[in-house]
């Protein structure tokens, strides 16, 4: 059974950078999309940014981009999200999940982390 752990949230000020990472077990990522989403009190969550596993391609949401950086471990089966450069709005709890390559809906989710940035 997959599984996704996320881990690298806490506190922060602004401007500074964070990593968050994302352990994939149960499942090779080949044919896979690692995303990355976040969710503040009140609000939908959003998509920031995703990676293919087999080609690293990436693409960011216009948040993200420019400031967050998605890389993956191929040994360690982990996708991490390199945040700099954070501002107070960036504050909620992040999220990574996969999906088939094509497919519409990621089907396995992390538990999320937290990541709170304070101006």
């Known amino acids: 059974q997959v599984q996704l752990i996320n881990s690298g949230g806490g506190v922060v000020q602004a401007g500074g950078s964070l990593r968050l990472s994302c352990a994939v077990s149960?499942?090779?990522?080949?044919?896979?999309?690692v995303g990355w989403f976040r969710q503040a009190p009140g609000t939908e969550r959003e998509f920031v940014g995703a990676?293919?596993?087999?080609?690293?391609?990436?693409r960011y949401s216009d948040s993200a981009k420019g400031r967050f950086t998605i890389n993956r471990d191929e040994a360690r089966n982990t996708v991490y999200l390199q945040m700099y450069s954070l501002k107070p709005e960036d504050t909620a709890v992040y999220y990574c999940?996969?999906?088939?390559?094509?497919?519409?809906?990621?089907?396995?989710w992390g538990q999320g982390t937290q990541v709170t940035v304070s101006s």
């Open positions: 999940a996969i999906k088939l390559r094509g497919s519409t809906n990621y089907h396995a």
């Open positions: 149960g499942s090779t990522l080949t044919n896979y999309v």
């Open positions: 990676v293919t596993w087999s080609e690293h391609i990436t």
